[in-house]
């Protein structure tokens, strides 16, 4: 094996976890890949059960051949403050919206901060709600210590990504589509279209469902919130 190339890999695939464009699933056998055209990741054994072992693979990003990128949906952007709380501040604009509250700023700001706790909360807090975050704590702790993880997300600063919108479309039974540019994507769209890759919570589309909140990753590590 090349171990320089695989390190670049690993951390690519780090980073597409951490901005929530590729997600964590579970298998109860070891696969190579999930798509043998577009995968990013092996499976590895979990421990979390010995007597019945799960392994985790790491899913792609959607890619051509799916259905939901056959057509790209019409949004208008609602730009999101850039100073580290972007998907905390865009998924709290988004759950206003839906119900026909604007919000100032300083109250965006802070419901930003309130959905960030609450994640720490959760996972950091009570280690008997975690369990019920068990893909949310494999996608952290395939990163980093859960301590470290539980230090750096008390401060106003912390990026979120995929393991917190785990967390919070489940703790807030909130559906969450993430969306890139449609430029970004081999489709070639262009101006106002978006490309849905990924979705949060669509348990809670059922019964009385709830408007989802879009969400777009724009690159650069910001996220901005489509309406």
Not at 58 to 75: D, F, M, N, T
Not at 97 to 109: D, M, Q, S, T, V
Request: include cysteine; charge should be positive; charged fraction near 25%.
């Amino acid at each position: 094996m090349d171990i320089m190339a695989e390190k670049p890999r690993n951390a690519s695939i780090l980073e597409q976890l951490q901005l929530g464009i590729a997600r964590f699933e579970f298998s109860s056998s070891p696969v190579s890949s999930i798509s043998p055209s577009n995968s990013v990741a092996s499976s590895f054994p979990l421990s979390m059960n010995r007597g019945h072992p799960l392994f985790a693979k790491i899913g792609p990003v959607l890619g051509i051949e799916s259905p939901a990128l056959r057509k790209a949906e019409q949004y208008k952007v609602q730009k999101v403050t850039g100073d580290g709380r972007c998907l905390f501040r865009a998924l709290a604009k988004g759950m206003a919206f839906n119900r026909g509250i604007p919000l100032r700023p300083f109250e965006e700001k802070n419901d930003a901060d309130d959905l960030r706790m609450a994640v720490k909360e959760v996972i950091c807090d009570n280690g008997k709600e975690r369990r019920q975050y068990e893909e949310a704590l494999i996608a952290i702790t395939v990163e980093e210590p859960l301590e470290r993880y539980c230090q750096r997300i008390r401060t106003p600063d912390f990026w979120g990504g995929e393991s917190e919108l785990l967390v919070l479309s489940k703790l807030c039974k909130q559906p969450i589509i993430v969306y890139i540019p449609g430029h970004e994507h081999k489709m070639g769209c262009r101006g106002h279209s978006f490309i849905p890759i990924a979705e949060y919570g669509a348990e809670f589309k059922g019964g009385k469902p709830k408007k989802p909140v879009r969400l777009l990753y724009s690159g650069r590590n910001h996220y901005d919130l489509l309406v």
